[in-house]
T-cell receptor, first 111, second 112 residues
Framework: RKEVEQDPGPFNVPEGATVAFNCTYSNSASQSFFWYRQDCRKEPKLLMSVYSSGNEDGRFTAQLNRASQYISLLIRDSKLSDSATYLCVVKAYSSASKIIFGSGTRLSIRP | EAQVTQNPRYLITVTGKKLTVTCSQNMNHEYMSWYRQDPGLGLRQIYYSMNVEVTDKGDVPEGYKVSRKEKRNFPLILESPSPNQTSLYFC???????????FGQGTRLTVV
């Protein structure tokens, strides 16, 4: 089982729709969580951190469920420009830090 | 403009010929790291550095070396590249401990 798993998609939704996807992690010692977006052939860009209390930034909401070991990303009123691959990132701190990127969920917004 | 700069952006080389991919950031970040990205495997960390002269192995360090002599630079060295090191490489930097806040534009390496 992968340490961080994401549904690869693609999710194909109409503009204006609300879309959500999850990311599960297996290491219960994980302490920090993030969402990145990556456009085709480009570098990943930090989208938002995921806090225990949840985090909202405009149309984007990220949540953490430690009990079930997953994080989620919700996008409301989706725009064409939201089309990208969304990567979840999980970090665990111990004697040496460990950072794991998910393989990404591909999102395509259609007009 | 705040940025992480990698060079070269594209490189085709032959097996065994030593190469260096440079990475430089202009944000005075203490933390820098290197990743490779392969289809179906996502980004995997090669090495990271918490500060000058401090480097540590990531998940896939075999076949790579790094150095951190100055805060702004974190070159990735392949002493004897092999075809399985053909990949897309990203350098990243950040302010907080282990935070990949900014990524470089990537270096697409092909080893034949």
């Amino acid at each position: 089982r992968k340490e961080v798993e994401q549904d690869p998609g693609p999710f194909n939704v109409p503009e204006g729709a609300t879309v959500a996807f999850n990311c599960t992690y297996s290491n219960s010692a994980s302490q920090s969580f993030f969402w990145y977006r990556q456009d085709c052939r480009k570098e990943p860009k930090l989208l938002m951190s995921v806090y225990s209390s949840g985090n909202e930034d405009g149309r984007f909401t990220a949540q953490l469920n430690r009990a079930s070991q997953y994080i989620s990303l919700l996008i409301r009123d989706s725009k064409l420009s939201d089309s990208a691959t969304y990567l979840c990132v999980v970090k665990a701190y111990s004697s040496a830090s460990k950072i794991i990127f998910g393989s990404g969920t591909r999102l395509s917004i259609r007009p | 403009e705040a940025q992480v700069t990698q060079n070269p952006r594209y490189l085709i080389t032959v097996t065994g010929k030593k190469l260096t991919v440079t990475c430089s950031q202009n944000m005075n970040h203490e933390y820098m790291s290197w990743y490779r990205q392969d289809p179906g495997l996502g980004l995997r960390q090669i090495y990271y550095s918490m500060n000058v002269e401090v480097t540590d192995k990531g998940d896939v360090p075999e076949g790579y070396k790094v150095s951190r002599k100055e805060k702004r630079n974190f070159p990735l060295i392949l002493e004897s590249p092999s075809p399985n090191q053909t990949s897309l490489y990203f350098c990243a930097s950040g302010t907080d401990k282990n935070t990949e806040a900014f990524f470089g534009q990537g270096t697409r390496l092909t080893v034949v």
